[in-house]
Nanobody, 122 residues
Framework: QVQLVESGGGLVQAGGSLRLSCTAS????????MGWYRQTPGKERELVAD????????YYVPSAKDRFTISLNSAKNTVSLEMNSLKPEDTASYYC???????????????WGQGTQVTVSS
């Protein structure tokens, strides 16, 4: 069974920084994509950034492009999101997502972490 375990959320003042990490564990063949989504109450979950299993950055939400950096440690199956110059509007629950292939020849399947809260005070 595949699990995604997140860490690194918390409370920070505007202009501060936080680093989120997410590690995939369990039995699988490959990780094809890892990324971070965020969600606030009453709104749909939004893709913040993702990165391919080969370490190529795939996407940043425009509001985060110059402030956030996503990276992948393939050896540790860990994706990190370095968030700088945080703004109150970045406040949300952040969820790790990974598309993981668990069977040879099978399609990859999306998995989610449990979520970690990021709160940015003004």
């Amino acid at each position: 069974q595949v699990q995604l375990v997140e860490s690194g959320g918390g409370l920070v003042q505007a202009g501060g920084s936080l680093r989120l990490s997410c590690t995939a564990s369990g039995r699988f063949i490959s990780i094809n994509l890892m990324g971070w989504y965020r969600q606030t109450p009453g709104k749909e979950r939004e893709l913040v950034a993702d990165i391919t299993g080969h370490g190529s950055t795939n996407y940043y939400v425009p509001s985060a492009k110059d402030r956030f950096t996503i990276s992948l440690n393939s050896a540790k199956n860990t994706v990190s999101l370095e968030m700088n110059s945080l703004k109150p509007e970045d406040t949300a629950s952040y969820y790790c997502n990974a598309r993981i292939q668990t069977t040879r020849g099978g399609a990859d399947v999306p998995y989610w972490g449990q979520g970690t809260q990021v709160t940015v005070s003004s």
